[in-house]
Nanobody
């Protein structure tokens, strides 16, 4: 069974940085990415990266967050800089194949003002 394990969340002051990691089991995934869900809001895309390194990043985090992956380790990262209170959310790792989509359990990111 596919397992995705996130790490790196926590508490940080506005303007600070965090780096999230998601280690995946199983085969290499076509697309890996990060989504987030703030209290009372829908889950939204943060960023994705393909197996070839092509990225998509939400406008709300563009220029501040960078997604990357290490295919040898089957791990995806999210470097978050210049964090804002509105970035506070549970961040979920996602991995996709042609047929399936998998989710991690999530890691809490809280940004204080």
């Amino acid at each position: 069974q596919v397992r995705l394990v996130e790490s790196g969340g926590g508490l940080v002051q506005a303007g600070g940085s965090l780096r999230l990691s998601c280690a995946a089991s199983g085969s290499l995934f076509n697309i890996m990415g990060w989504y987030r869900q703030a209290s009372g809001k829908q889950r939204e895309l943060v960023a994705t990266v393909s197996v070839g390194g092509s990225t998509n990043t939400a406008d709300s985090v563009k220029g501040r967050f960078t997604i990357s992956r290490d295919n040898a380790k089957n791990t995806v990262y999210l470097q978050m800089n210049s964090l804002k209170p509105e970035d506070t959310a549970v961040y979920y790792c996602n991995a996709k194949t042609a047929d399936s989509s998998y989710w991690g359990q999530g890691t809490q990111v809280t940004v204080s003002s």
